[in-house]
């Protein structure tokens, strides 16, 4: 009977769990596409979502590609 228990609660806190962190990366990923901070919040989503160390090195690159680009046509 005990272990049935923790078992239901396991899965209660994980489901909590779960609806928050998506709640949370929703959050982060409207941020991210309307523009704000992406640099930073492009670490957030790969950590969030567990991305590996080159992933994460391949999508920074390509934040600050987009950001020299975005920085000479602004001056142009």
Do not use: C, H, W
Not at 8 to 25: G, P, R, T
Request: charged share 25%; net charge positive.
């Amino acid at each position: 009977m005990l272990p049935t228990f923790f078992l239901k609660l396991y899965l209660i806190i994980s489901k909590s769990n779960i609806i928050y962190l998506f709640q949370y990366l929703r959050n982060i990923l409207y941020e991210y596409m309307m523009g704000k901070e992406t640099k930073t919040l492009a670490k957030v989503i790969s950590t969030v979502v567990n991305f590996d160390d080159e992933q994460k090195r391949n999508i920074l690159a390509r934040e600050d590609a987009k950001v020299s680009f975005d920085v000479f046509f602004s001056f142009v």
